[in-house]
């Protein structure tokens, strides 16, 4: 069994080293991070993360012992429910979720975070049923990506 611990758990203010090496502190074996829903936490991804990013990540991961395995995100609660079938929500949820399959391909985690919700304007039923149709819209990119 590993212990693992989301970046989340962490201030605001620690950067990611400080949180790889706090992590290590701590007895964790794995971080999950997280692409962020404001850009105040500097320890987070955002839409503007890039190959630099990725690369310093994947060098805290090799110092530190700290392995990353997935990247999870509170954007689909800012951005619209991944549930709605509204097709401008629905457009936003697949831009977030192409952003995370991104992060996790460049730091080399294999799994991403997607929580699914109702959206009330959508209905229960069919809050359930959409995310299945939008999964199946990106199975090639899922599968590409080794996600």
């Not at 970046?7 to 790889?20: G, I, L």
């Not at 919700?117 to 990119?141: A, Q, V």
């Amino acid at each position: 069994m590993k212990k693992s611990i989301n970046a989340w758990a962490f201030p605001d203010s620690y950067d990611f080293e400080a949180v790889f090496s706090k992590a290590k502190e701590l007895g964790f074996d794995c971080i999950e991070l997280n692409l962020d829903i404001n850009d105040e936490a500097k320890h987070s991804f955002n839409f503007e993360s890039d190959e630099e990013t990725y690369a310093l990540v994947r060098s805290l991961i090799s110092k530190y012992g700290v392995d990353v395995r997935s990247v999870s995100t509170g954007k689909y609660w800012s951005s619209g429910a991944f549930g709605s079938d509204n097709p401008e929500k629905s457009a936003e949820a697949v831009k977030v979720m192409r952003k995370q399959i991104e992060v996790a391909r460049g730091i080399g985690a294999d799994t991403i975070l997607v929580v699914t919700s109702l959206d009330n304007e959508t209905g229960y039923k069919k809050s359930f049923e959409h995310p299945i149709k939008l999964f199946r819209s990106m199975e090639s990119d899922i599968k590409e990506n080794g996600i």
